[in-house]
């Protein structure tokens, strides 16, 4: 089965693994040989699994998961052929002389990439991701940058991650090149995209959001969606200290279900997004071999109409209208 990024990209595969978790922590502590040795064994196993696509942003640990993935690719140079690397920029971390804010100036973009690639050891990446849409932003800047990444041959193709179908028209409107990926915040527990569907035209609806009809739009112009917080934090794969009764009732729901497909309750998870028509592409967010292994299951399943339901009825709470 091909998603939406197959057009682009042949090779990139149905899950993402999300390297957020590499490096040993979001603190200053340099990188040591445990570091090295959990991540080369998560990017060999997802690799063995099956995944190309590796989903980095400038920030990650404070540059640390990127700069750990570049000492890989500098191991098994051999390697950087047979993955597809995708970075996020645009956020800019909080200090103690200024508050957290977002850059996506023409020079700032720029700036980002080349520290991407120099921590990644790599010449390129195959998606560049602007990582939250910033309200100063200039579309011809952001144009300028892309085609000039574009002419350097440091970046091939470009999305954006948490935006609305209206920003993505816009920035569409002065780029030279289609946006390929839209990242979002999708999950059983996050499933506000489904709310916005199903309510549609109720006075209780989320039509009057901003967000609604993002799903479709990207469904129409072939902009891959895909999902980070994908496994929703774990909440329905064990028992948390400050589980609701819904999350509650939907993770035994989870487990009875992971039961009868005979897989792990992190792949229902997932094969709750996967069922959805929109061909969503999971990042699967973990540092964990065997957590990775757990979600990969998901692919080897069909949930059947009557589960998906189930399930979402459970994670919402009450019954549909």
């Not at 047979?82 to 800019?92: A, H, P, R, V």
């Not at 009868?260 to 998870?269: L, S």
């Not at 009557?306 to 009450?318: D, P, T």
């Amino acid at each position: 089965m091909t998603i939406p990024i197959n057009k682009a990209l042949p090779s990139a595969s149905r899950l993402v693994l999300g390297c957020m978790g590499l490096g040993g922590g979001w603190n200053n502590t340099p990188l040591n040989r445990q570091d090295e040795q959990q991540a080369f064994a998560l990017i060999d196993s997802a690799l063995e699994a099956g995944i190309t696509v590796f989903d980095h942003a400038d920030i990650y640990t404070f540059g640390k998961a990127e700069t750990v993935f570049g000492r890989y690719l500098n191991a098994f140079p051999q390697r950087r052929e047979q993955l597809l690397l995708q970075s996020k920029c645009g956020i800019k971390l909080a200090t103690e002389q200024q508050p957290g804010y977002y850059d996506l100036s023409q020079a700032a973009i720029l700036t980002a990439v080349d520290g991407i690639l120099s921590r990644l050891q790599t010449d390129y990446l195959d998606i560049l991701l602007l990582h939250r849409p910033d309200p100063l932003l200039e579309p011809a800047e952001i144009a300028a940058a892309f085609t000039q990444l574009l002419q350097q041959g440091k970046v091939r193709h470009f999305g954006v991650s948490n935006m609305a179908w209206p920003q993505l028209q816009l920035l569409q409107r002065y780029l030279p090149v289609p946006l390929r990926v839209n990242q979002l915040e999708m999950s059983l527990q996050r499933h506000h995209f489904i709310e916005e569907t199903l309510l549609t035209g109720m006075a209780e609806g989320a039509s009057r959001h901003f967000g609604y009809g993002t799903v479709e739009y990207c469904q129409q112009q072939d902009i891959q969606i895909q999902s980070w917080g994908s496994l929703a934090q774990g909440r329905y794969s064990q028992a948390q200290p400050d589980e609701s009764a819904v999350e509650q009732q939907t993770r035994l729901l989870v487990n009875r279900l992971a039961a009868e497909y005979q897989v792990a309750p992190e792949a229902i998870v997932l094969a709750w997004l996967l069922r959805h028509p929109a061909q969503i592409q999971p990042v699967i967010g973990t540092s964990r071999v065997e957590r990775l292994q757990a979600a990969v299951q998901a692919q080897h399943i069909s949930l059947s109409r009557q589960h998906w339901y189930q399930l979402y009825i459970a994670a919402r709470g009450a019954a549909l209208p």
